[in-house]
């Protein structure tokens, strides 16, 4: 996989490198389909681009990754370890895999990052937006959920807040109230977690009267269920 | 009352580049290690960072290189700050935003500028907090970059802004060598590589002379050097990632992405050569600080003060930046002290005016953030000395470093780029005075040059 003469590659591999042969199990129940799509470039050593499509993997979903290099490329891969749960707003149920790739150049080296989650049913996953506007007596928060992570294959099984707040949900075309004390809702069950979102909260009097103790954000947790792509 | 002319006779300035206070000192109150700082809660929701919907929290990250630098230019530290219409404050939550812009991905999960560092990653740092005196509100004087608020630091105010324009040296009408010698104080820079200083024409009559010195000599000096006749200004620079290298010398600056074992090592070394003279340690007071938080989550608003900045195009600013780490460390101070006042990089300037002035204010620019509520770091001081020299950790650090990985050929930032126009500058107009004290500069002026004639083939 060298440039050194400027040639170009396009080519399908196994996906295995040193590292990554230390996780052979995980690779294949991570990754069942992996492959690589290697194209090299001549200037260098540099990395044009490097994808790992998608980030987020569901249930057995597969991922591809894409590069295009100057240098001789090499690719480890790693398992992340779990974050401290420190909150009840946060993600649970998700594997964490950093994939880094290192182009090596006459002695010369640069690299990149790109990390994917696999999320399987039950899974939870934050909705959060920034508190942007006011509405009479409520806060209103809203947002696109990454498009480039959350593809259509992602749906919502429950919705609760987690903000000891009421918050009223409009997503997808429908419109739902979460109440404060985080009971979950199916409303929205089977909808897509991507795509736009509106929160609105009312501030109590405190709230109203203090901008300094208005919340930064709204935010509500969704668990997560996998259904294949193109699927209702 | 003890006089601060009694208590204080060495000032030793030790200024790191880019790490925000959350994420060096943080964990003082994460680990309950000082609860009366203003650190980081043990619920770290409270500091989520939204982007794109996801939920991002601080995380203990393992000292590593990083995946790259991070965003610390006027307009990314803006996003960074996000200023809300909601509540009216900083809300501290675009850290996220700002990263995602500047390396052109998408995070997931535990992105570095959310990353903060334990008691056990930053020994050294974490021990001289422990021991002494931590400045808990030591906010950047400006919300951008190094350069700017280097220059604030040893100038007292800042024709610049912006930083992104590639390769320049920094104006500086007054720089802090002029002032200590107009008021007859000795003073020294040890330097470990090209100093900062280059970066100044200013300060180029003085880079060149004798009061600036390798860092080797730093701890011998200090050592045999009677308070009486020794520099009673000292800056002790470490050596910068963004400066020529070349051979095994490693940088040890903390400017991301280096991991900060390096750093750690050299404050070590530092303290140690600062207190291996009791005689000398009883009225000295260093100062470990960073010029800005380098891209790094911090989760308090910096308060409002506005200032705009000399040069055309100028820049108004209408807050401090994110505050930074700081330990003030001398026997002035009593362990485990927190310093709560609101200071920045010009209340050094206030506390030498104070020190060695006359009575009036060190500048015009200085007087006027006093006015508006910057203090000096005299408030720090306790009335009597300690007598105890605490012994520094001597656990070894280890960190990951890859050898032999050559010279910088290619540019990534304006710092680098303006590192080497001060390097090649100082080159070609000094070339004998430069062989003398910077002699590496020349191999490292070969192998580059050798570098992109290879390149250009």
Redesign the interface.
Known sequence: MSDVRCDHYLSRVPFLSKRALAYPSSILSVFPALEILILSGCAGPSINRFDVTP??LCGNQSAVATWNVNGAPAINFSV?PT??A??????SG?E?FAFDLVVQK????T???????RIADGSAE?????????EGSD?VAN????P??WTGSVRIGTLASCQNRPIEVEHSGKTVLLTADGSPSDALAGAELTGT?ELRSPLDPQEQAN??L?P??L?IMATLRCVKQGAP | MTGLRDKISTVVLVPLENRSFDHMLGHLKYEGINPDVNGLDKDLGKYTNAYKGGAYLPFQLADRDLVSDLPHEWNFVATQLDWSAVTQQFNMDGFVTAYAEFTASEPLQDPDPMGFLSSGTVPITSFLARNFCVCDSWHAPLPTSTQPNRTMAFCGSSEIFDTSDGARLIPCEDIIFDWLERHNVRWRVYHDGLSFFALYPRAWKHLLGENFRDFEYYFHDMQVEPPESGPQVIIVEPSYNDGPHIGPDHPNDNHPPLAVGFGEEFLRRVYQAATVNPNRWRNTLLVYYYDEHGGFHDHVPPPALEYETRGSPSHKFTSLGVRIPAVLVSPWVEPSRVCHELVDHTSVLQFLAELFGDGQPYSDDVAHRQQHGIRSLSIALGDRPRADIPAVPAVPIQVQSLLGAGVRVVHQNGLQASFELAATRLMAAHPEEIAKKYPDLFHWKAAVDAERLKAKD
């Not at chain 1, 934050?126 to 006011?134: D, G, Y």
């Not at chain 1, 947002?143 to 990454?146: F, L, R, S």
């Open positions: 980030q987020v992340e974050p401290l420190s909150g009840r707003c946060e993600a998700r964490t006459q002695g010369k080296e690299g990149k990052q790109v990390e994917v989650v934050p909705v959060v937006f920034p508190t942007s506007r006011l806060v947002g696109e959920k990454n480039a992570l979102w901008p300094r208005r930064k954000q935010e």
